[in-house]
């Protein structure tokens, strides 16, 4: 087994970008993807007594996904009139003519979106007097467009009123006043998340029977599946919305922004509304409604200095030595892990020394920050494949005779997933074995109990803050990063650390194996058992080896020197 380099052309995604495009492609544009949403809201227009669900996600950008949801199943204006027959007058919507004739209600717009602090007049209308002193409708939502999108969370606050629209469904029709009963003909879209779909669904009977339509939109775009040009028009799209104009040169960092978005090489964040307000202020910064990649590349820049000041006061700690990692040099039990610190608006890598201690006992390997209770749930786990590990290598025909310790030094803090287990196994390595490691290298990667490296989340948050520490302190061509082969396209990384890795000033290797991993930390073979389960002595799992069996007193002795200790030595009571 054998650690692969990166070539530097595979840390980004490669994008064939379009050119050329309209800036004006049409409002439909905005629905790319959305295929199992559009369907939803087609049945939902055309069967009057089934409304619809729609699950969104953070990030839309709500008023012109509702616009093209409309445009897309339009109606012609209706109104409401009086009409008289043989068991009296009666309520109807009729479609709207021109000229001077009497109606109660005309349809104003195709939708209204009802949000916030949401009254029972907003959705049904009230009567109102007019100058005369008389008695007259005032419309509401429900009487003015034919698609209302209301706000589960704000209508679910106000129990009242979301019995009101429970009971309008049941009679497909409101009373306003004392003998004014409108017939529905609007069609209700609830918004919120999937979470709040199942739980309404779970726990409502009356939820279930009038809203049996869900449509969960698409959250990415994947390449494999649309082009570069369709997304291309979805930008445009979405920037005609805002009123702005995007030049072809604005496609690069806007694909860049929206792949990293995902955390894929071949996939494209729909958030519109984070766009759009990246749109907005690029326009400031770029002084054009007219957006370049210089603009939009100044205004994702200023986006991560706004939302950065932790990741300054971390990198201040390290340069100032409060926190001691070194980048250089070898250590015995000692390593360079990676983490992510996540709060709801950024993220940044921050690097963690890991040191692992051994000694005589009974087969435990302790998790210091598990004992703390700094250590969550998911790193336990991950330290308990550790020693699966372990004992699957070397404890496979007898017990383990050692105790270990391992710790995430100078954490205050809880930590948690299993993405450090690499580390930590390569630590207790270099532990049993007393071989050292090179500081100038990080790892991070997630362990099955088979060795296997598996995929782990903020890869390149890991290695940029691993970077921006070296790049600090200064490159010396031997500083870089091991991380899992299943996190290729997630690599989407800074123009520097690029740039770094062109130049030979960097490195990041891909694993598959905790095997390639030892051998590039500590420059020598992992070692391959033979049919007795025994390593050659001049590799590394063959140096463990002999460490262990010492410590379970299985070394061998010295022979006795001389004839006469010879004899003794075939004695039995010569033997310890």
Not at 69 to 75: C, Y
Not at 439 to 445: M, P
Not at 449 to 454: E, L, P, S
Not at 492 to 510: C, E, M, P, T, W
């Amino acid at each position: 087994m054998h650690p692969s380099l990166i070539a530097a052309e595979r840390l980004s995604p490669a994008f064939h970008l379009p050119s050329g495009l309209s800036d004006n492609p049409g409002i439909g544009q905005l629905l790319l993807c959305q295929d199992r949403l559009l369907d939803a809201f087609t049945l939902a227009s055309q069967i009057p007594a089934q409304h619809l669900f729609l699950a969104d996600f953070p990030g839309v950008h709500r008023e012109s996904l509702f616009r093209a949801l409309a445009q897309s199943a339009p109606v012609p204006p209706r109104e409401l009139v009086v009409r008289r027959n043989d068991t009296g007058t009666q309520l109807v919507w009729e479609t709207a003519r021109q000229g001077e004739h009497g109606s109660l209600a005309r349809e104003l717009g195709l939708f209204a979106v009802l949000g916030h602090q949401i009254k029972r007049t907003d959705l049904l209308g009230a009567m109102v007097e007019d100058s005369n002193g008389k008695a007259q409708y005032r419309p509401g939502a429900l009487a003015s467009y034919p698609y209302i999108f209301i706000c589960v969370e704000a209508l679910y606050r106000r129990e009242g009123l979301w019995q009101v629209l429970l009971d309008v469904l049941d009679k497909g029709s409101y009373r306003v006043g004392k003998e004014m009963n409108i017939p529905l003909q609007s069609t209700i879209i609830l918004v919120g998340s999937a979470l709040q779909y199942s739980e309404l669904r779970a726990h409502d009977s009356s939820f279930s029977r009038h809203f049996p339509l869900l449509g969960e939109m698409a959250h990415e775009l994947n390449l494999t599946v649309k082009s570069e040009q369709e997304y291309g028009l979805w930008l445009k799209a979405l920037a005609h919305e805002g009123g702005y104009q995007l030049d072809d040169s604005a496609m690069a960092p806007l694909f860049n922004f929206a792949a990293r978005e995902c955390e894929h090489q071949q996939r494209l964040s729909l958030s519109g509304q984070d766009l759009v307000q990246l749109f907005a202020q690029a326009a400031v910064y770029g002084r054009s409604d007219r957006l370049d990649a210089n603009a939009i590349d100044k205004a994702i820049k200023q986006l991560t200095r706004r939302h950065n000041s932790s990741e300054r006061f971390s990198a201040q700690s390290f340069d100032d030595s409060f926190i001691n990692l070194p980048t250089s040099g070898e250590m015995i039990g000692q390593i360079n892990g990676l983490t992510v610190i996540d709060s709801v608006d950024y993220a940044y890598g921050e690097p963690a020394r890991i040191t692992a201690t051994v000694h005589y006992g009974d087969g435990e390997v302790a998790d210091i920050e598990r004992k703390s209770e700094l250590g969550g749930n998911i790193h336990a786990k991950g330290m308990m494949i550790l020693s699966a590990c372990l004992y699957r290598i070397f404890g496979r025909d007898a017990p383990l005779h050692l105790n270990a310790n391992i710790v995430f030094e100078q954490s205050y803090q809880e930590i948690d997933g299993d993405s450090a287990s690499l580390a930590e196994y390569c630590c207790l390595m270099s532990a049993i074995a007393e071989q050292p490691i090179k500081q100038s290298l990080a790892i991070t990667g997630a362990l099955d109990q088979f060795g296997n490296v598996q995929a782990i989340g903020g890869v390149n948050e890991k290695i940029e803050g691993f970077f921006n520490l070296c790049e600090r302190r200064g490159l010396t061509g031997e500083q870089g990063v091991i991380i899992p082969k299943a996190n290729m396209l997630q690599l989407n990384l800074d123009r520097k650390v690029i740039d770094a890795a062109s130049k030979g000033l960097f490195h990041i290797y891909q694993v598959a194996h905790m095997d390639e991993a030892v051998e590039l930390l500590m420059a020598l073979p992992a070692g391959k058992a033979d049919e007795e389960h025994n390593f050659p002595e001049n590799t590394l799992y063959g140096l463990v080896q002999a460490r262990l069996d010492k410590l379970a007193g299985d070394e061998p002795l010295d022979e006795p020197q001389g004839i006469f200790g010879s004899l003794l030595a075939k004695w039995p009571f010569s033997r310890a």
